[in-house]
């Protein structure tokens, strides 16, 4: 595992260093550090997989070294890549949503505060390793849960429509709904199963996808399904340490 710590503070970046090698140490894995003083300098060397995890420091000196301006980059070019923020201040709490932050650190850095951000960032990686297998002309095919946004039932088929493309299955909705995670994904149709890490937000009578497709909610459940979305992503989105 590749980790990335941006921190203009060499003291502090020296500190989270010897931290994360005490916890990678500590579980019997390995992991290679690499350390940036600027998000610009950071950004030169990035690219997509080139970090599973990045510690990133919100308030760092230099021209174009904004630790939330680098974060969303981050994002933009690579959204598996997890974040980290470590920072003197709560101010930028809401905005780590924005870019997807794993985790938030207020300094001063301890053992335990980085061993929890850690441990959450594995929970994540393993959780997005898991996959269902469907049956698709005549082959079986493996589909990573992370990659579904819904799947809906048309015309005796199952579609199941990912971030790449849609799979046509005939395996029957219910049978692949029992693949599933129901933490994550939800019946809000006779039709259709939603991840509701792909849903962008709620409409009168209906999801929209972050695909910019329209999922149909069961109208006698409609209040009870949009409830069920709305404490998913709250729980998702307060963070503990906000």
Same mark, same amino acid.
């Given at each position: 595992?590749?980790?990335?710590?941006?921190?203009?503070?060499?003291?502090?970046?020296n500190l989270l260093q010897r931290y994360i090698k005490q916890y990678f140490a500590q579980i019997h894995a390995d992991c290679?550090?690499?350390?940036?003083?600027?998000?610009?300098?950071?950004?030169?060397e990035f690219s997509k997989g080139r970090f599973q995890i990045v510690f990133m420091d919100i308030?760092?000196?230099?021209?174009?070294?904004?630790?939330?301006?680098?974060?969303?980059?981050?994002?933009?070019?690579?959204?598996a890549c997890k974040i980290i923020f470590t920072t003197t201040s709560r101010e930028f709490?809401?905005?780590?949503?924005?870019v997807d932050a794993v985790h938030y650190i207020v300094k001063s850095v301890t053992f335990e505060s980085v061993k929890t951000a850690l441990g959450r960032c594995r929970d994540i990686i393993a959780e997005e390793m898991r996959f269902i297998t469907v049956t698709s002309n005549r082959s079986d095919v493996r589909i990573l849960l992370k990659d579904i946004l819904y799947i809906e039932t048309l015309e005796r088929k199952?579609?199941?429509?990912?971030?790449?493309?849609?799979?046509?299955?005939?395996?029957?909705?219910?049978?692949?709904?029992?693949?599933?995670?129901?933490?994550? %994904? /939800?019946?809000?149709?006779?039709?259709? !199963?939603?991840?509701?890490?792909?849903i962008s937000c709620i409409?009168?009578?209906? %999801? /929209?996808?972050?695909?910019?497709?329209? !999922?149909?909610?069961?109208?006698r459940d409609a209040n009870a399904i949009k409830s069920r979305y709305t404490q998913y992503y709250f729980e998702k989105t307060r963070g503990d340490d906000l």
């Amino acid at each position: 595992m590749n980790i990335a710590i941006c921190e203009d503070l060499s003291a502090d970046a020296n500190l989270l260093q010897r931290y994360i090698k005490q916890y990678f140490a500590q579980i019997h894995a390995d992991c290679e550090i690499y350390k940036y003083n600027t998000g610009a300098g950071f950004l030169a060397e990035f690219s997509k997989g080139r970090f599973q995890i990045v510690f990133m420091d919100i308030y760092m000196d230099g021209q174009n070294a904004d630790g939330m301006e680098t974060a969303r980059k981050i994002h933009e070019i690579d959204d598996a890549c997890k974040i980290i923020f470590t920072t003197t201040s709560r101010e930028f709490g809401v905005d780590s949503h924005e870019v997807d932050a794993v985790h938030y650190i207020v300094k001063s850095v301890t053992f335990e505060s980085v061993k929890t951000a850690l441990g959450r960032c594995r929970d994540i990686i393993a959780e997005e390793m898991r996959f269902i297998t469907v049956t698709s002309n005549r082959s079986d095919v493996r589909i990573l849960l992370k990659d579904i946004l819904y799947i809906e039932t048309l015309e005796r088929k199952t579609l199941i429509h990912t971030i790449n493309n849609t799979i046509t299955s005939s395996l029957m909705l219910i049978n692949i709904e029992k693949q599933l995670d129901s933490t994550f %994904f /939800l019946r809000c149709h006779k039709c259709y !199963v939603v991840n509701m890490d792909s849903i962008s937000c709620i409409q009168n009578d209906g %999801f /929209l996808m972050k695909n910019g497709d329209t !999922v149909m909610i069961r109208k006698r459940d409609a209040n009870a399904i949009k409830s069920r979305y709305t404490q998913y992503y709250f729980e998702k989105t307060r963070g503990d340490d906000l």
